[in-house]
């Protein structure tokens, strides 16, 4: 695998937005492009952050202790492993991302702990990922695993491709496994979503925001937990919780279902 300096990444302009430091220039320049559009897109990242850390400590107080984040970009810090080991070191993450530049930054992040693995792998062929041996030293799938897709299904569009994918993860799962996702609203302007989308495009990815009811149905056939579907820092918050002005709020909705 090889790196691109030159050719923007989604998984890089995510890290620009986190302010970190595994990004390039090119990378650096769509996300500035993008902050020009929605200037709370920063702020909006570090909610998208926040409300992993609740999932995550949500999940191993109620047994979920193993994690498959799809799509996961970077993991630069306060992603799932630390979170998850900090609230039980017993705790397995196994990270997934299609993009190599991803994989291999995480490789190195995560050097040899046993107790993570990363997976290069298209969270749209649950198959492969699943069956991926690397992913299944660290995933038992006859436990309940939390299925994390934070910030990742507004680049996959509606259709077959979508409903197989979100088919696949929850009928390999048993009981009291858990679906968390958060997601891009239609909060934006028409012309805005259109800039955002082309922007986007040039990392190779489309970009489909939705409305709540649309975002609901992804959870089709999993058990909302409370407080449902909510937007913006909404989800079980935990003491003082960052405030962000309505725009911002209504531009990330937010839920977990649970498999009964």
Do not use: C, K
Request: proline residues 7%.
């Amino acid at each position: 695998m090889t790196i691109d300096p030159n050719r923007p990444s989604s998984a890089r302009v995510y890290d620009a937005f986190l302010g970190g430091t595994h990004n390039f220039a090119v990378d650096r320049s769509v996300a500035s492009r993008i902050m020009e559009i929605v200037p709370e897109m920063a702020a909006l990242a570090r909610a998208n952050r926040a409300f992993l850390h609740r999932v995550v400590r949500w999940a191993v107080a109620n047994g979920v202790r193993q994690f498959i984040d799809l799509g996961s970009g970077i993991p630069t810090e306060g992603n799932v492993h630390e979170v998850a080991l900090a609230a039980d070191p017993e705790a397995r993450v196994a990270y997934v991302d299609v993009d190599p530049t991803a994989v291999l930054y995480a490789r190195d992040l995560l050097g040899d702990d046993p107790r993570t693995v990363v997976v290069q792998g298209d969270l749209r062929d649950p198959a492969a990922v699943l069956d991926d041996p690397a992913l299944n030293t660290v995933i038992d799938l006859g436990r309940p695993v939390g299925i994390l897709m934070f910030a990742v299904l507004h680049f996959v569009p509606d259709g077959p491709v979508l409903d197989a994918t979100l088919h696949g993860y929850r009928e390999a799962v048993v009981a009291g496994s858990l679906l968390a996702l958060s997601h891009a609203s239609g909060g934006l302007d028409p012309e805005g979503v259109d800039r955002v989308a082309d922007l986007y495009s040039r990392t190779g990815t489309p970009f489909v925001p939705r409305d709540e009811q649309r975002f609901a149905r992804l959870f089709d056939g999993w058990q909302l937990a409370d407080p449902g579907v909510v937007r913006g820092p909404g989800w079980r918050p935990e003491g003082a919780v960052e405030q962000l002005s309505d725009p911002a709020a209504s531009l990330i909705l937010t839920g977990v279902g649970v498999r009964r």
